[in-house]
């Protein structure tokens, strides 16, 4: 539940930059990318979706270009809560793969760091 609640608060941060951000506007300008944050059960996630400059989410987790695939859902609301640094942590100690584009996942990095400082 929390996890979900956490990639909501996301979605909506990322929907209201999309809409009032002119650098955030610009960041998404040209890239396009469906990110999956989801459990490894495939019980709990959600997609985030970049296309056209625009922002939408859903809760379609099999498609997607690039993924984050976390070992449950307690350990990715932990990792994520604290950050780059939690799930850098995470990806250390193999709580969290990776699948797709790394490119992908990379640049979706940047697009959470940038709305959520």
């Given at each position: 539940m929390r996890l979900l609640l956490l990639l909501t608060i996301l979605a909506s941060k990322f929907k209201k930059s999309?809409?009032?951000?002119?650098?955030?506007?610009?960041?998404l300008m040209g890239h396009e990318c469906r990110i999956v944050v989801k459990t490894k059960d495939n019980k709990k996630g959600k997609r985030f979706i970049f296309k056209d400059g625009n922002f939408s989410s859903d809760s379609m987790l099999d498609e997607y270009d690039a993924a984050m695939v976390w070992a449950d859902a307690k350990i990715a609301?932990?990792?994520?809560?604290?950050g780059e640094e939690g799930i850098m942590?995470?990806?250390?100690?193999?709580l969290v793969g990776i699948e797709?584009?790394?490119?992908?996942?990379?640049w979706f990095g940047a697009a959470m760091k940038f709305v959520t400082q």
């Open positions: 999309a809409k009032t951000d002119a650098n955030f506007k610009k960041f609301f932990k990792a994520m809560k604290k942590d995470a990806l250390k100690n193999h797709g584009e790394i490119h992908s996942f990379t």
